[in-house]
């Protein structure tokens, strides 16, 4: 059973007191690895605190029987002809919204970027936005990088574009000690003892491997060398080379390419090309390795699988409710799948708790794109 509270106290959904009106239509809550959680319910005008929900203002706590599974703010509501009230919510995660990045220069850690996306976060919002550094377990190859942007955005859309865009990995918000932490993590570490298995509460699977994003052919470019750039040098390296005002590898490979290539990509999908630009890489050493790993890794086809399964935590409390972010194994004869993948999105209907689709993956699989 599912219960939907505001942050005053109210109570917007309890099934156990329907006869009182405080009950919503639709209850879902839909979570995914990297974006802002959503809530959504339908209101109708008798309800006792249909007119006590403010955008933007109302805080909102969804909680089941284990304790608090969503915490956000109403972002939007929307009223039709009978007024009936669509109220969405947005995840804690949203308030990352509210805060502006300027046009900002940064050499350094990427535990010390998030850190300052943060102190710059806190200096602009109420405190109930604020959030605390937490483990960061994300690193680049010479944990080192540079980060720069020319125009303002928020907070939210640099830390898609200037991390997770660029070093992979994942935010999470964790409370511990009643404080809100953001964690940045390269992987998904944590262990689900709940098997998803046919025959016993896998309901339907779907498998889409994707080969859009296979390169086999690389450009790759460093760091930008331009009087007017944030990554400026009066002195560049030793033997640097250039090409359009950025570092390449042309004395490093054979012939003097350019580019560099994977056999076996080519071999199994011929040449496929695309640049790559490093802007934090001022050595041609660094560069040529740097691209060779993400070259490894972009012939991969990417598999993901949507699957609608029964949470067994819903019919004994001793089995390990199914979360985001975490591992479970996937096992299913008929399909030839035995698997730990990660669960990257949660659709859970809260009126209805059989309605549950779970998205295992997104997982680079073999060359075949088999798992």
Same mark, same amino acid.
């Given at each position: 059973?599912?219960?939907?509270?505001?942050?005053?106290?109210?109570?917007?959904?309890?099934?156990?007191?329907?006869?009182?009106? *405080?009950?919503?239509?639709?209850?879902?809550?839909?979570?995914?690895?990297?974006?802002?959680?959503?809530?959504?319910?339908?209101?109708?005008? %008798?309800?006792?605190?249909?007119?006590?929900?403010?955008?933007?203002?109302?805080?909102?706590?969804?909680?089941?029987?284990?304790?608090?599974?969503?915490?956000?703010?109403?972002?939007?509501?929307?009223? /039709?002809?009978? *007024?009936?009230?669509?109220?969405?919510?947005?995840?804690?995660?949203?308030?990352?919204?509210?805060?502006?990045?300027?046009?900002?220069?940064?050499?350094?850690?990427?535990?010390?970027?998030?850190?300052?996306?943060?102190?710059?976060?806190?200096?602009?919002?109420?405190?109930?936005?604020?959030?605390? #550094?937490?483990?960061?377990?994300?690193?680049?190859?010479?944990?080192?990088?540079?980060?720069? /942007?020319?125009?303002?955005?928020?907070? =939210?859309?640099?830390?898609?574009?200037?991390?997770?865009?660029?070093?992979?990995?994942?935010?999470?918000?964790?409370?511990?000690?009643?404080?809100?932490?953001?964690?940045?993590?390269?992987?998904?570490?944590?262990?689900?003892?709940?098997?998803?298995?046919?025959?016993?509460?896998?309901?339907?699977?779907?498998?889409?491997?994707?080969?859009? %994003?296979?390169?086999?052919?690389?450009?790759?470019?460093?760091? $930008?060398?331009?009087?007017?750039?944030?990554?400026?040098?009066?002195?560049?390296?030793?033997?640097?080379?250039?090409?359009? /005002?950025?570092?390449?590898? /042309?004395?490093?490979?054979?012939?003097?390419?350019?580019?560099?290539?994977?056999?076996?990509? +080519?071999?199994?999908?011929?040449?496929? =090309?695309?640049?790559?630009? =490093?802007?934090? +890489?001022?050595?041609?050493?660094?560069? #040529?390795?740097?691209?060779?790993?993400?070259?490894?890794? $972009?012939?991969?086809?990417?598999?993901?699988?949507?699957?609608?399964?029964?949470?067994?935590?819903?019919?004994?409390?001793?089995?390990?409710?199914?979360?985001?972010?975490?591992?479970?194994?996937? !096992?299913?004869?008929?399909?030839?799948?035995?698997?730990?993948?990660?669960?990257?999105?949660?659709?859970?209907?809260?009126? %209805?708790?059989?309605?549950? !689709?779970?998205?295992?993956? !997104?997982? *680079?699989?073999?060359?075949?794109?088999?798992?």
């Amino acid at each position: 059973m599912y219960i939907i509270k505001t942050g005053d106290g109210n109570t917007l959904h309890n099934p156990l007191i329907k006869a009182s009106g *405080k009950i919503v239509d639709e209850p879902q809550i839909e979570e995914e690895i990297n974006t802002i959680g959503s809530l959504t319910f339908t209101m109708l005008p %008798n309800h006792p605190h249909y007119e006590n929900v403010k955008k933007l203002s109302t805080l909102i706590f969804v909680y089941d029987d284990d304790g608090e599974i969503f915490r956000g703010r109403v972002y939007n509501t929307t009223g /039709n002809f009978n *007024k009936q009230k669509k109220v969405v919510c947005q995840s804690e995660m949203g308030f990352f919204g509210d805060s502006i990045v300027r046009p900002f220069g940064y050499s350094g850690t990427v535990r010390g970027f998030v850190q300052k996306l943060i102190d710059n976060h806190n200096a602009q919002v109420d405190d109930y936005k604020q959030f605390v #550094l937490g483990n960061i377990t994300v690193t680049d190859t010479n944990d080192y990088i540079t980060r720069s /942007n020319t125009v303002a955005q928020t907070t =939210w859309a640099t830390m898609k574009d200037r991390c997770i865009d660029l070093l992979g990995g994942y935010f999470q918000i964790r409370y511990e000690g009643g404080i809100r932490y953001l964690d940045y993590l390269a992987d998904y570490s944590v262990k689900n003892s709940q098997t998803i298995k046919f025959g016993t509460n896998l309901l339907d699977l779907e498998e889409y491997v994707d080969a859009s %994003n296979v390169k086999t052919v690389v450009i790759p470019y460093g760091a $930008q060398i331009d009087s007017s750039s944030p990554y400026y040098q009066e002195e560049p390296p030793e033997n640097a080379e250039y090409s359009g /005002n950025r570092i390449t590898i /042309n004395s490093l490979t054979a012939d003097g390419r350019d580019y560099i290539e994977s056999e076996t990509g +080519v071999a199994l999908y011929g040449r496929i =090309w695309c640049n790559q630009i =490093w802007d934090d +890489v001022t050595e041609r050493s660094n560069l #040529l390795t740097k691209a060779t790993a993400w070259l490894e890794e $972009q012939i991969l086809l990417s598999t993901t699988l949507t699957i609608s399964a029964l949470d067994l935590h819903l019919v004994d409390v001793n089995v390990e409710k199914l979360q985001l972010a975490q591992l479970n194994e996937l !096992k299913s004869i008929p399909h030839n799948i035995s698997i730990w993948l990660p669960v990257t999105k949660i659709s859970r209907s809260l009126s %209805n708790p059989d309605d549950l !689709k779970v998205t295992l993956g !997104k997982t *680079k699989s073999t060359l075949t794109g088999k798992l």
